[in-house]
T-cell receptor, first 113, second 111 residues
């Protein structure tokens, strides 16, 4: 079983649609959670951190459910420029923190005109 | 301020050849990481460093060596390249938070 699992998609949606991605993680000791965005043939870039209380950044909303070990990303009013692969990322923190992150394989989003 | 840079951007090797990938950062970050990314696998950690002069193994270290002689540079070496090492290699750095900043990647093909 992969430590971080995502549906690879692709998700094909029209402009203006709302789309949601989900991710599950296996290590209950995980302490930090992120969504990264990766454009084709480019490096991953941080989209947003994910907090237990949920957080929003413009059209993007991220949620964390520690009990279910589940992370979500909601994109409202999709734009063509949102087309990319979205990586769910989990990290362990603590006194021996080496900053290692575990990456999901990514979910591909294609927004169509 | 260039952030994280990687050289070379592309390389084609023959089986058995050696090469070194260079990652350089100007952000004064302590932590540096080398990942490989393969289709359907996500990013996998090869080696990492928590500071100048230190290195440690990640998830897939076999066939690779690293060195961190200077804080700003993290080198990844392939002593005898194999076709299984065909991949895209990303370097990343991190400061005190868990956020990692990635370089643009090196596309390596081993024939």
């Amino acid at each position: 079983r992969k430590e971080v699992e995502q549906d690879p998609g692709p998700f094909n949606v029209p402009e203006g649609a709302t789309v949601a991605f989900n991710c599950t993680y296996s290590n209950s000791a995980s302490q930090s959670f992120f969504w990264y965005r990766q454009d084709c043939r480019k490096e991953p870039k941080l989209l947003m951190s994910v907090y237990s209380s949920g957080n929003e950044d413009g059209r993007f909303t991220a949620q964390l459910n520690r009990a279910s070990q589940y992370i979500s990303l909601l994109i409202r009013d999709s734009k063509l420029s949102d087309s990319a692969t979205y990586l769910c990322v989990v990290g362990l923190s603590g006194s021996s923190n080496t900053g290692k992150l575990i990456f999901g394989q990514g979910t591909t989003l294609q927004v169509k005109p | 301020n260039a952030g994280v840079t990687q050289t070379p951007k592309f390389r084609v090797l023959k089986t058995g050849q050696s090469m070194t990938l260079l990652c350089a950062q100007d952000m004064n970050h302590e932590y540096m990481y080398w990942y490989r990314q393969d289709p359907g696998m996500g990013l996998r950690l090869i080696h990492y460093s928590v500071g100048e002069g230190t290195t440690a193994k990640g998830e897939v270290p076999d066939g690779y060596n690293v060195s961190r002689l200077k804080k700003q540079n993290f080198l990844l070496g392939l002593e005898s390249a194999a076709p299984s090492q065909t991949s895209v290699y990303f370097c990343a750095t991190r400061e005190n938070t868990d956020t990692q900043y990635f370089g643009p990647g090196t596309r390596l093909t081993v024939l």
